[in-house]
């Protein structure tokens, strides 16, 4: 259970809980009282979606509390309430209660969203959260953003949930993934916030790819891949308009344009790491190889391929 967390100490703590251990890592609750749970969260989950976009901190925090131990007891059962539920973590994910940046709050919400991924069906939030990477979508750019970011911890739950599986099952491979990850790069893939990205949306879709890029390459085909590249280069890459302001102010030298160096990377280093994700699943692909390929060589291999 890991280690363990001390209780605080309040004056009207009940003295029966004084000797109560607390650890990092909770066992699951019993049947009992998960049914029981699960039985009354009706009557009070509906009016604890009004008090997550509330606009103070402790009202919203509070809720987020309420949602993490409902979510715990009652498991797949939530899924009755889903559609309210990330309409009201979307409204919290691009409101004020988002914008004070209380660290209590936003971690509360972030475990709110992955225990979401970790009991419910990966197809079920999937096909509440796909528009927002669609250009068709008729959501405003901060509820697309905020909806990718809840895309994203939904992810990141439902991969640790995979990775928890003690001994590890290779025959699992991407267990209940299987039908969303593909369909989700391709999403991400034809996405318009590709597009120019804003540094929020930039941030939410890095977050969306390294949710599963780490744990998942081994099982991602080689059109995945390249599609995987195409996003990471584009996050990467300065928009248009960010490359016209820094170039109105003087003349460029022959000797200075056109240039492919970090200066025109936004996020070098995570375009750095994905692409080591990338590369070692490469490597292990070729499997001692005589050549072994590198996402790094292209350069190379063109000219060993050039005629003399």
Known sequence: ???EVPLPAREYAWPELREMAVYRVLPR???????????????YIKATFNDVVDFRDCTALNAGRLLCMSLAYT????????QPMVAALCKFYAGRAWAAGDQQVMRTYDTVC????AFLDPNSYWQQLKDALSPDSALDLDQR??????????VEGSVSVLES??????????????EVVPELISAMHASDLLLSPSAESRGALWSLLFAFLGPLREHLESSQISQILFVALALAAKGPGEAAVELAGGAVSATEAPGTGEEELVDADK??????????????????????????SLDDDEEALTPP
Do not use: N, Y
């Open 1 to 3: 259970l890991g280690e």
């Open 29 to 43: 609750p019993r049947l009992g009282s998960r049914c029981w749970v699960r039985t009354h969260t009706r009557r």
């Open 75 to 82: 498991e797949e059962g939530v899924t009755e309430w889903l």
């Open 114 to 117: 992955k225990l979401l991924g």
């Open 145 to 154: 953003v905020a909806s990718v970011k809840i895309l994203a911890l939904c």
């Open 165 to 178: 599986v003690q001994p590890p099952d290779p025959a699992l491979g991407m267990g209940r993934l299987t």
């Open 271 to 296: 375009l750095e790491a994905a692409l080591v994700f990338l590369d070692r699943g490469v490597a292990a692909a070729s499997d001692g190889a005589a050549a072994s390929f590198s996402l790094d």
